[in-house]
């Protein structure tokens, strides 16, 4: 999901650096910045979103279980299908992606929870930056993902574009180049994750919530086609976010980002799909 705040409120982040022998993590965030709740219009669009902003790069500890190598081949392969070096992981996202919601972003977001169901040896570089939309990731994150040379990609970056009035054709046509650049400049594997089902977060209670499915929906079709013929993974967050809005300690108190307890969440359904790619 995208930054929503809660009007008259900000959301900031903060890291510290940990050394570790196997593994590290590299993330970059921002402070939430505080806006209305948008209001859908239509044509699927609605209000303005947050100011995008971000802060600098920290490091943190992504301790892990077993090692694990991606199974699609590429330079970064052994021949027998394992890596030879730890596996990189680079996040492109906005304010979920730096883990805002969570007691400690750096540890209990969805991204370090995801890399320590990766494994020990990884590398992770978390993208992150609140407010972001997928235009301007495209123009920042984007070009330091390749720079990377990653193994693994996520890319979960779609609610802050719709509540900013994007036109759903220009979201497409945004995710393609995106998708299309890190197929032919990268061997990486890429999961691209959906739109939660947005009725069911607090902060939507206000909207149609016939007029809002119907727009998620639209969405998430042009994800879904998208994510297939560019050859990457769909991580459906709409089909489970029925269970996650079914447990108020997995929403943080902004009512709109999960807490730690739900980012833990999201990491499995991430790995559950991240899983069959992978072997040991």
Excluded: K
């Excluded at 590398?123 to 040379?149: F, M």
């Amino acid at each position: 999901m995208g930054t929503v705040a809660t009007t008259g409120s900000a959301v900031a982040t903060t890291g510290s650096a940990v050394a570790t022998a196997d593994s590290s993590v590299a993330t970059a965030g921002a402070a939430a910045t505080a806006s209305a709740m948008p209001t859908l219009g239509s044509g699927g669009t609605a209000g303005a979103a947050g100011t995008p902003g971000s802060a600098p790069a920290v490091r943190s500890t992504a301790p892990g279980s077993a090692t694990a190598g991606l199974a699609a081949a590429g330079p970064a392969t052994a021949t027998a299908g394992a890596l030879t070096r730890p596996l990189v992981y680079v996040a492109i996202g906005a304010s979920d992606t730096v883990g805002i919601g969570a007691d400690d972003p750096a540890r209990n977001g969805w991204v370090p929870q995801f890399a320590r169901l990766l494994g020990s040896s990884i590398h992770v570089h978390n993208l992150g930056s609140s407010g972001t939309l997928l235009r301007t990731a495209r123009q920042d994150q984007l070009p330091v993902a390749i720079g990377d040379q990653p193994d693994l990609v996520t890319v979960w970056l779609a609610v802050n574009d719709l509540n900013a009035g994007v036109p759903l054709d220009q979201y497409r046509a945004d995710l393609d180049g995106l998708l299309a650049s890190l197929g032919s400049q990268t061997h990486a594997v890429v999961l691209v994750a959906n739109v939660p089902d947005l009725t069911r977060v607090p902060q939507y209670r206000g909207q149609d919530p016939t007029a809002l499915r119907t727009v998620v929906q639209q969405w998430n079709q042009a994800i879904a086609d998208t994510t297939a013929r560019r050859g990457a993974h769909l991580v459906d967050l709409y089909a489970e976010y029925a269970e996650l809005a079914a447990h108020p300690e997995d929403l943080s108190s902004d009512g709109f980002h999960p807490s730690s307890a739900g980012y833990a969440r999201l990491a499995e359904l991430f790995f559950e799909v991240a899983r069959p790619l992978l072997r040991s």
